[in-house]
């Protein structure tokens, strides 16, 4: 039976107000019910934009000027409002904490249902909580939880409804490896079981490769094709044009020599077609273990820090007991774990945004607890893991020099301008950050951060949203400042960048520290990994499937097990993470 449409656009153009710029240009799309569709594209190819136009956001609520025609369900969504879409339609924004209204989640979760009258909302709240697994946050106040939480929390509330179209603008952004998976694999029960069209904003393309269907490619607003996900995985060239990495085993078996149209595209795919190019493994020499802390400079610690809040019930619910911990000069930390784990409170700690309720924190050589944080925020950045919390003027440029033209610095400008071109903003610097796509606040957030010239620079998930350019200028920039910074440290999901840049791994899991080492140590601890709702970089699984031991962390650590050694691999772009370990 030949599928039918359930969402479809013809010839739409689309600009808003305050532009002549033409957001969508030319598109036309079909989106057959029962897909499961990503749309991938750059930061700032329109891809927020066009599935605005699916639940009638635009015209409906975003001004400017639409042409070419919209419907969902054949009906033209001009002729409708959102609150009748929002039935059919549902979206969870890349802005999620927008859509939370409610003071509970529990209250949250079943406020849709209920503000249309069905006499059942408990029950689609109940089912809602239960399928993602928030019963036990249920009577939190959504103030008290963490960014992943909030996240899982905005899309139960969208669960609730049971529309028959859920679009997700950047499902994983703010989960931990463990709970992003669970997320797809709800996605794809809810695709699979009950019908229901599922459209997702992704820029991580193995759980497009593991999950999707179809993707779209977008890029300066238009639609460059629609294809098979397969079809779309394998099409390196077009991805890497566009900023899109190909999911891990695609790329590297592009590097071992693989014809585009023959590359594997997900993990078992991977184990197949590398199971006969990689012989018998055998154990293999690793590299001596650099000197340890204690031949190094203290940067930060903690002495027995103990921190929490009193709830409205006049109770306290700690996030930390008793926590010790000491960073050092020259390393780059990466903070990981669970949603909630405590990683964004204890980088707020050591610039004392966050004050513990026992223990003494140091920072740069101050004492935190006898120091402001304006005083502390000229040797520590601590750059916000909402980029929005970054802007304070109307305009990038003011927000970079803000700090330097504070303290009346005569490098000011030239800095900003460094910075601007670091991060691709010279032509961005002259909007405000509130009204730029995800990627572009994560750019900019970086820079205006970054402007303070710290000696401690914490990061909290800084590849968040990111195309691979933003992302590997990320990167780029934090080995650029090596002289400048002495220590990052980063809380983060992202296990591909723990295994390609971190040279220690903090795990925390219910304010506790589980462990603390170099990350090969914890990948093939597999137990804790699980307790503590983390996941294996894909070439780290791929690694054990074949054998491989010690697993091999990245593309240039597995490509020598190849027969013949493979061919050299230059990541793309030509900027890469240094292999430090």
Same mark, same amino acid.
């Given at each position: 039976?030949?599928? *039918?449409?359930?969402?479809?656009?013809?010839?739409?153009?689309? *600009?808003?107000?305050?532009?002549?710029?033409r957001?969508?240009?030319?598109v036309?799309?079909?989106?057959?019910?029962?897909?499961?569709?990503?749309?991938?594209g750059?930061?700032? *190819?329109?891809?927020?934009?066009? =599935?605005?136009?699916f639940?009638?956001?635009?015209?409906?609520?975003y001004?400017?000027?639409?042409?070419?025609?919209?419907?969902?369900?054949?009906?033209?969504?001009?002729?409708?409002?959102?609150?009748?879409?929002?039935?059919?339609?549902?979206?969870?924004?890349?802005?999620?904490?927008?859509?939370? %209204? $409610?003071p509970?989640?529990?209250?949250e979760? !079943?406020?849709?249902p209920?503000n249309?009258?069905?006499?059942?909302?408990?029950?689609?709240g109940d089912?809602?909580?239960?399928? @993602?697994g928030?019963?036990?946050?249920?009577?939190?106040?959504?103030?008290q939880?963490?960014?992943?939480?909030?996240?899982?929390?905005?899309?139960?509330?969208v669960?609730?409804?049971?529309?028959?179209?859920?679009?997700?603008?950047?499902?994983?952004?703010?989960?931990? /490896?463990?709970?992003?998976?669970?997320?797809?694999?709800t996605?794809?029960?809810l695709?699979?079981?009950h019908?229901?069209?599922?459209?997702?904003?992704?820029h991580?393309?193995?759980?497009?490769a593991?999950?999707?269907?179809?993707?779209?490619?977008?890029?300066a607003?238009?639609?460059?094709?629609?294809?098979? %996900?397969?079809?779309?995985? $394998?099409?390196?060239?077009?991805?890497?044009?566009?900023n899109?990495l190909?999911?891990?085993?695609? +790329?590297?078996?592009?590097?071992?020599?693989?014809?585009?149209?023959?590359?594997?595209?997900?993990?078992?795919?991977?184990?197949?077609w590398f199971?006969?190019?990689?012989?018998?493994?055998?154990? #293999?020499?690793?590299?001596?273990?650099?000197?340890?802390?204690?031949?190094k400079?203290?940067?930060?610690?903690f002495?027995?820090?103990?921190?929490?809040?009193k709830?409205?019930?006049?109770?306290?619910?700690?996030?930390?007991?008793?926590?010790?911990?000491s960073?050092?000069?020259?390393? +780059?930390?990466?903070?990981?774990? &669970?949603n909630?784990?405590?990683?964004?409170?204890?980088?707020?700690?050591?610039?004392?945004?966050?004050r513990?309720?026992k223990?003494?924190?140091?920072?740069?050589?101050?004492?935190?607890?006898?120091?402001? /944080?304006?005083?502390?925020?000229?040797?520590?950045?601590?750059?916000?893991?909402?980029?929005?919390?970054?802007?304070?003027?109307?305009?990038? $440029?003011?927000?970079?020099?803000?700090?330097?033209?504070?303290?009346?610095?005569?490098?000011?400008?030239?800095y900003?301008?460094?910075? =601007?071109?670091?991060?691709?903003?010279?032509?961005?610097?002259?909007?405000?950050?509130?009204?730029?796509?995800?990627?572009?606040?994560?750019?900019?957030?970086?820079?205006?951060?970054?402007?303070?010239?710290?000696?401690?620079?914490?990061l909290?998930?800084?590849?968040?949203?990111?195309?691979i350019?933003?992302?590997?200028?990320?990167? #780029?920039?934090?080995?650029?400042?090596k002289?400048?910074?002495?220590? %990052?440290?980063?809380?983060?999901?992202?296990?591909?960048?723990?295994a390609?840049?971190? *040279?220690?791994?903090?795990?925390?899991?219910?304010?506790?520290?589980e462990?603390?080492g &170099?990350? +090969?140590?914890?990948f093939?601890?597999?137990?804790?990994?699980?307790? =503590?709702?983390?996941?294996?970089?894909?070439?780290? !699984?791929?690694?054990e499937?074949?054998?491989?031991?010690?697993?091999?962390?990245?593309?240039?650590?597995? @490509?020598?097990?190849?027969k013949? &050694?493979?061919?050299r691999?230059?990541?793309y772009?030509?900027?890469?993470?240094?292999?430090?370990?």
């Amino acid at each position: 039976m030949k599928p *039918s449409p359930i969402i479809e656009l013809e010839h739409v153009n689309f *600009s808003y107000p305050s532009s002549v710029k033409r957001v969508l240009q030319d598109v036309s799309l079909t989106v057959n019910r029962g897909d499961f569709l990503a749309v991938i594209g750059g930061n700032g *190819s329109g891809k927020t934009t066009l =599935c605005k136009t699916f639940n009638g956001l635009i015209p409906h609520y975003y001004n400017g000027a639409l042409e070419g025609a919209v419907r969902i369900n054949g009906e033209a969504t001009e002729d409708t409002n959102t609150a009748l879409l929002s039935k059919t339609v549902g979206y969870v924004y890349q802005d999620f904490e927008s859509q939370l %209204v $409610r003071p509970r989640v529990l209250d949250e979760v !079943r406020f849709a249902p209920l503000n249309y009258g069905w006499p059942d909302y408990k029950e689609r709240g109940d089912e809602a909580l239960d399928m @993602l697994g928030l019963n036990p946050i249920k009577n939190e106040f959504i103030w008290q939880l963490s960014g992943g939480q909030k996240h899982l929390t905005a899309l139960a509330s969208v669960l609730s409804l049971q529309p028959e179209v859920i679009i997700v603008d950047e499902p994983v952004a703010q989960l931990d /490896p463990v709970h992003a998976r669970d997320i797809y694999h709800t996605l794809q029960y809810l695709n699979r079981e009950h019908g229901i069209t599922i459209i997702v904003i992704e820029h991580h393309t193995e759980f497009i490769a593991e999950f999707a269907q179809s993707a779209v490619l977008m890029d300066a607003g238009t639609v460059k094709w629609k294809k098979p %996900v397969a079809d779309a995985m $394998r099409s390196i060239k077009d991805l890497q044009h566009h900023n899109i990495l190909p999911p891990p085993v695609t +790329r590297l078996a592009e590097a071992a020599g693989a014809e585009e149209s023959d590359v594997p595209i997900t993990l078992e795919e991977g184990a197949n077609w590398f199971s006969s190019r990689v012989p018998a493994a055998s154990p #293999r020499h690793i590299a001596p273990v650099p000197p340890g802390a204690s031949e190094k400079t203290k940067i930060a610690s903690f002495d027995r820090v103990t921190q929490g809040y009193k709830t409205v019930q006049k109770t306290f619910k700690w996030v930390f007991e008793e926590l010790s911990l000491s960073f050092y000069e020259g390393e +780059r930390i990466a903070l990981v774990g &669970g949603n909630g784990a405590g990683k964004s409170s204890l980088l707020k700690m050591l610039t004392g945004i966050l004050r513990p309720r026992k223990g003494n924190i140091t920072a740069a050589g101050q004492p935190v607890a006898r120091t402001s /944080p304006e005083k502390i925020a000229e040797q520590v950045t601590y750059i916000y893991q909402n980029p929005e919390e970054m802007f304070i003027a109307d305009n990038i $440029r003011a927000d970079i020099e803000y700090f330097l033209k504070a303290r009346k610095s005569p490098e000011a400008a030239a800095y900003a301008d460094e910075l =601007c071109r670091l991060f691709s903003l010279e032509d961005l610097q002259d909007k405000d950050g509130r009204l730029l796509s995800g990627g572009q606040q994560r750019r900019a957030s970086l820079a205006i951060g970054l402007g303070t010239q710290p000696s401690l620079l914490l990061l909290d998930e800084p590849t968040s949203s990111l195309d691979i350019n933003s992302r590997e200028e990320v990167a #780029r920039l934090l080995h650029e400042l090596k002289e400048h910074v002495k220590t %990052v440290v980063i809380a983060t999901h992202d296990m591909d960048l723990v295994a390609e840049w971190a *040279s220690r791994v903090i795990v925390l899991n219910e304010g506790t520290v589980e462990y603390d080492g &170099g990350p +090969r140590g914890l990948f093939s601890r597999h137990e804790l990994m699980r307790r =503590c709702s983390l996941h294996p970089p894909q070439i780290v !699984r791929l690694s054990e499937k074949l054998g491989i031991q010690p697993s091999a962390l990245d593309i240039q650590e597995f @490509l020598p097990f190849v027969k013949g &050694g493979g061919p050299r691999y230059e990541p793309y772009p030509a900027v890469a993470f240094e292999n430090q370990r």
